[in-house]
């Protein structure tokens, strides 16, 4: 399987934040969430990507290709989603549309238009009408009228109720069914990738955690409950996260052989992403 995206080396700072060395890449023909909580560098990562930020060093490389040297073409054959939309709030949508689709080679106005209606839009009406869903249907049907051989999107379900996110969700996947390449889809609502992923990649205050398959992830961690009591120094050195109340505690680990064989009464649950996140960056409480 190749690689359709390569990041080697990310370094990126500001005041305040930085991007220490993020190393990973895509494989083709999978969605790959991209997890963290708010401020883990999510959004940089994915702004320093396309070029809208400059980088520190580091190398980047789409289907093979180097970003520093072929910008063009590989913009021309990725669809971008991102958190706002970045159109111009006095345009219709036929207005803003006719801006966007001049920069692809290989734009459908056919998929343009059944995109739009599959959505409901109405190209008379003007962007700053349109609510937060309507804005990311409109951005999706941009994404998805020029052949686009890669999506990348950021938190594209972010403030969406839960019908519209299903909706997006569904249409992701039929994207894949129909040949598409790659989703990195970027988010911090991790229901939305139990679904949808096939590989994930957490990043925490500015450096990569883990890129793993979903369903080995799942496989690899258990939540742990059992009585306080039984917890010793060499036991909690089991566990990557403890939360302890008067009832007894909670934790998630990875070595569940090990916990099983020094606390025999516990009970095991199958973690969800979210826990296996919160588990990564919690801590001891």
């Known amino acids: 399987m190749n690689d359709i995206l390569t990041v080697s080396g990310l370094n990126k700072s500001y005041v305040d934040f930085s991007l220490k060395d993020v190393t990973f890449s895509l494989p083709e023909g999978c969605i790959t969430g991209f997890i963290g909580v708010n401020g883990a560098g999510k959004t940089t990562t994915l702004r320093t990507l396309l070029g809208l930020t400059n980088k520190l060093s580091g190398k980047i490389q789409f289907f093979g290709l180097d970003m520093d040297k072929n910008e063009r073409e590989i913009k021309d054959r990725i669809g971008i989603v991102l958190d706002g939309g970045g159109f111009y709030e006095e345009l219709s949508l036929s207005e803003m549309k006719g801006?966007?689709?001049s920069a692809y080679t290989s734009w459908s106005e056919q998929d343009f238009k059944r995109y739009m209606d599959m959505f409901s839009l109405d190209p008379k009406q003007k962007i700053n009408s349109l609510s937060k869903g309507m804005r990311m249907k409109y951005a999706l049907a941009l994404a998805l009228s020029h052949n686009a051989e890669l999506l990348i999107m950021d938190e594209p379900t972010s403030g969406l109720d839960p019908l519209v996110r299903g909706q997006l969700l569904k249409i992701l996947t039929e994207y894949m069914e129909n040949g598409g390449k790659g989703v990195f889809f970027s988010?911090?609502?991790t229901s939305d990738l139990d679904k949808i992923a096939d590989m994930l990649i957490m990043i925490d205050n500015g450096r990569i955690v883990f890129r793993e398959e979903k369903d080995t992830l799942l496989d690899t961690y258990r939540i742990v409950k059992g009585d306080s009591g039984a917890l010793?120094?060499?036991?909690?050195?089991?566990?990557?996260?403890i939360s302890e109340t008067d009832f007894g505690f909670t934790g998630i680990t990875k070595q569940i052989s090990e916990v099983r064989s020094y606390i025999p009464n516990i009970m095991v649950e199958r973690p969800t992403i979210e826990d296996i996140m919160l588990g990564n960056i919690g801590g001891e409480k």
């Open 187 to 189: 988010t911090h609502i």
């Open 99 to 101: 801006i966007i689709s």
């Open 232 to 241: 010793t120094p060499d036991t909690r050195k089991l566990f990557l996260s």
